[in-house]
């Protein structure tokens, strides 16, 4: 019996690895297994769990190394509300903002990255994460109540928080379109 299920076990992997969602890698492991929470919890994320989210965006490259960009995070519910409607205490906003006025420098694409990284940083901690651009109008409106810094316009926010476990978010995963779709080699 328990050579039947340890075969069971191997060849599930064994397929698991064949599709290429689960690795020995565990960067990748995180890209592949990873999704954008909906649902989430009160718990808050600790101020060293986000110290290490913001170390991580800071980290992320960017156009001749020239970080154009600002993190405002938000943690008090009213003005989380302006910006995403059903954030709870708790969970934290990190809007990303894009230096204004810099010829020849990419702000939009390296605030990206920046946000990327603090999007695999909160998931690699155990946190769920979700990008929002919809909202973003929201932010640029009320500048002043989010104290976005002058000469930098938001372009992305980042919604960190603790994620409801009873919520079977894997099924409702978003599919992506296949290597074949995609991907085409130059002969
Ligand atoms: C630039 C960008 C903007 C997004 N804006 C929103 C948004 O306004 N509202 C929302 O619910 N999700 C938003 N998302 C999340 C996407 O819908 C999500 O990443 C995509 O469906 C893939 O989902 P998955 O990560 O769960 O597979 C955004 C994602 C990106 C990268």
């Known amino acids: 019996m328990k050579i039947k299920t340890s075969i069971l076990v191997l ?4 397929s698991a690895k064949l599709f290429g969602q ?3 890698n565990c960067v990748a492991n995180l890209i592949l297994s990873g999704y954008s929470e909906r649902a989430y919890v009160s718990e808050p994320v600790t101020d060293q769990q986000l110290e290490m989210i913001l ?5 992320a490259p960017s156009g001749r190394n020239n970080q154009p960009w600002r993190f405002t995070v938000v943690r008090d519910e009213p003005a989380m509300k302006e910006a ?3 954030v709870l205490t708790g969970n934290v906003l990190i809007i990303i903002s894009g230096v204004e006025s810099q010829t020849g420098t990419t702000p939009d694409f390296d605030c990206g990255l920046a946000t990327e990284s603090m999007f695999l940083a909160a998931h690699s901690l155990g946190l769920g994460a979700r990008i929002y651009g919809g909202p973003v109008g929201n932010v ?6 989010f104290q976005i810094p ?4 938001p372009v992305i926010i980042l919604r960190i928080g603790n ?12 599919p992506r379109k296949s290597a074949e779709e995609i991907v085409n080699y130059k002969k």
């Open 22 to 24: 689960v690795t020995d």
């Open 55 to 59: 170390k991580c965006g800071i980290k």
């Open 140 to 145: 640029s409106s009320k500048r002043e109540l």
């Open 150 to 153: 002058a000469g930098y316009k």
């Open 84 to 86: 995403i409607g059903n």
């Open 11 to 14: 060849a599930f992997l064994a």
């Open 163 to 174: 994620v409801d476990k009873t919520v079977d978010a894997v099924s409702a995963a978003t």
